[in-house]
């Protein structure tokens, strides 16, 4: 081997060892985004309520459409004509609870029903439901497969006792839905689908579990089709889906694709509503605002002010060809 082969040779062991360091590093940061989402680093989030969604940022009291669809839809509409950017008053805590008032609404949980959630990881989202009254019977499939040993650990330790929280609770795969035979009045899943392995046939079993003119409502986190970066970023932005938020390659998709899947699962009536502007892209603003990790490496500190401000420019960007996600509403019947 001549000196040009070998000083070839020793640069692929350099560069191999780096990629196998920075990949070591992204696997950790995975860990610190979750802590990133919970809030905890930020003084507007109360810490100890678990509430563990991107939020959703409007001023509107949707309660009080308990039941009504056309008409939720209709102020989440007018919500995003008017959103813009860095104009938003509300703060994490109150934007998450309003994110599950979305779906207390819209599911009626306020009467008789028999509801299915998906994915949660905390039982404090039911407690909230509960003081708003609660007359669903509720179950409640817990999928920890996707997340790493520490989300595992933290999701744990914030879930409360089941008999208080009113609600059935197993650990059990969202693709066992509706293999038992049980079918439901509603089934949910509040920003987790993007999760699960084979999202699509999640779709069709949860439509399939569901009794004549039932509910399926979600929210989604999905790739933007009209994406138009280059190779490289492509190629960063999946790792970043596959690696930091636990997408299977299958889920990143487009809101087109994504209405096609669930479609041909057998909705009806189906609505798919592109909320991005006030939930995921308001969410990131205000990390890029209040940013401030305590008890993290320098290092560590700079990867997520950089995950944040990254994301929160690409999602502010006026060309909306170039933002990376899209975050969605999903509602259909039966």
């Known amino acids: 081997m001549g000196a040009f082969g070998f000083a070839a040779a020793i640069l692929a062991v350099g560069i191999a060892g780096i990629l196998y360091k920075a990949n070591t590093f992204i696997l950790q940061f995975a860990d610190y985004n979750y802590v990133l989402e919970r809030g905890v680093f930020n003084s507007n989030v109360d810490s100890t309520a678990g509430y563990l969604n991107m939020g959703l940022w409007i001023q509107d009291d949707l309660g009080a459409l308990h039941g009504d669809q056309d008409a939720i839809l209709k102020v989440i509409r007018e919500n ?6 860095n104009a938003n008053p509300v703060g994490f805590n109150g934007a998450q609870k309003r994110m599950y008032e979305l779906f207390y609404a819209l599911a ?8 299915l959630e998906t994915g949660p990881g905390s039982c404090s989202h039911y407690l909230l439901w509960d003081r708003w009254g609660l007359e ?3 179950t409640a499939y817990e999928i920890y497969t996707k997340m790493s040993p520490a989300m595992v650990e933290e999701r744990k ?5 089941s008999a208080l929280c009113r609600m059935e609770r197993h650990q059990r795969s969202a693709l066992t839905v509706g293999d038992d035979g049980d ?10 689908a993007f999760h699960y392995p084979n999202r699509s046939l999640y779709f069709k079993k949860a439509v399939k579990a569901l009794n004549p003119g039932g509910k399926f409502i979600m929210t989604d986190l999905l790739h933007n089709g009209n994406n138009q970066q280059n190779f490289l970023w492509k190629a960063l932005w999946q790792y970043y889906w596959r690696v930091v938020i636990t997408t299977p390659v299958e889920n990143i998709i487009s809101i087109d694709e994504y209405t096609r899947q669930m479609e041909a699962a057998g909705c009806s009536d189906l609505e798919v509503i592109d909320i991005t502007s006030i939930s995921l892209r308001v969410f990131y603003e205000k990390i890029d605002e209040n940013l401030d990790i305590k008890d993290l490496d320098m290092l560590t500190k700079w990867f997520m002010w950089f995950n944040s401000h990254y994301v929160s420019g690409s999602l502010r960007d006026p060309n909306e060809n170039r933002h990376p996600m899209k975050y969605v509403l999903a509602v259909c019947t039966k």
């Open 183 to 192: 079918t439901y009045d509603r089934i949910m899943a509040v920003e987790s």
């Open 157 to 161: 330790k914030r879930n409360d006792d």
């Open 108 to 115: 009626g949980l306020k009467d008789k029903v028999k509801v």
């Open 80 to 85: 995003i004509a008017k959103a813009k950017p």
């Open 136 to 138: 669903a019977d509720m």
